[in-house]
T-cell receptor
Framework: DQQVKQNSPSLSVQEGRISILNCDYT??????FLWYKKYPAEGPTFLIS?????DKNEDGRFTVFLNKSAKHLSLHIVPSQPGDSAVYFC?????????FGTGTSLTVIP | DTAVSQTPKYLVTQMGNDKSIKCEQNLGHDTMYWYKQDSKKFLKIMFS???????INETVPNRFSPKSPDKAHLNLHINSLELGDSAVYFCASSRTRGGLTGELFFGEGSRLTVL
């Protein structure tokens, strides 16, 4: 039972443009959402998070939006840079449990 | 200094063998985890360990057992390895139980291949 879904396995964006990564979830009890970034042969690293009581959190070039009524989360990266090319995992927390999506591979084309 | 380190990074072994993967964190975190990333890239929690409390994902076979000699270490032992155990195993740690700060620190992963 996959409670967090990333339906786009890959995304390609031109350098300087906006990258939008999407995530859907099914459990309304999730109280915290996160994005992790993963380079090949490395572990995921925390990128940005948002509490369920907020609808937006911004950190530099990264902004996460939360639409609770739609159970939808998105990560915006603007402007996109080649170094942003990685796999991005969406995750959600309830209680002690983290639930991860299957990831979206972002390629930023120079 | 690597915050969360796992060894070995690669492990190739035969079916039926017993193997261990070690994990150490130097962040002073209270909680450590083991995740399995399968062929579909799905990161699934296996265990979380906070001081004396072990929380086990009920879907994990009992051939898998975590061992924590101290707060900074959480090793993963696997008995009677099966082909389906082939995956990348990630160790992680967090400051608070459940990672309520939202931040898990992951190791680099250990790729296990069972032949």
């Amino acid at each position: 039972d996959q409670q967090v879904k990333q339906n786009s396995p890959s995304l390609s964006v031109q350098e300087g443009r906006i990258s939008i990564l999407n995530c859907d979830y099914t459990n309304s009890m999730f109280d915290y959402f996160l994005w992790y970034k993963k380079y090949p042969a490395e572990g995921p690293t925390f990128l940005i998070s948002i509490s369920s009581i907020k609808d937006k959190n911004e950190d530099g070039r990264f902004t996460v939006f939360l639409n609770k009524s739609a159970k939808h989360l998105s990560l915006h990266i603007v402007p996109s840079q080649p170094g942003d090319s990685a796999v991005y995992f969406c995750a959600a927390i309830t209680g002690n449990q983290f639930y991860f999506g299957t990831g979206t591979s972002l390629t930023v084309i120079p | 200094d690597t915050a969360v380190s796992q060894t070995p990074k690669y492990l190739v072994t035969q079916m039926g063998n017993d193997k261990s993967i070690k994990c150490e964190q130097n962040l002073g975190h209270d909680t450590m985890y083991w995740y399995k990333q399968d062929s579909k890239k799905f990161l699934k929690i296996m265990f979380s360990y906070n001081n004396k409390e072990l929380i086990i994902n009920e879907t994990v076979p009992n051939r898998f057992s975590p061992k924590s000699p101290d707060k900074a270490h959480l090793n993963l032992h696997i008995n009677s390895l099966e082909l389906g155990d082939s995956a990348v195993y990630f160790c992680a740690s967090s400051r608070t139980r459940g990672g309520l700060t939202g931040e898990l620190f992951f190791g680099e992963g250990s790729r296990l291949t069972v032949l």
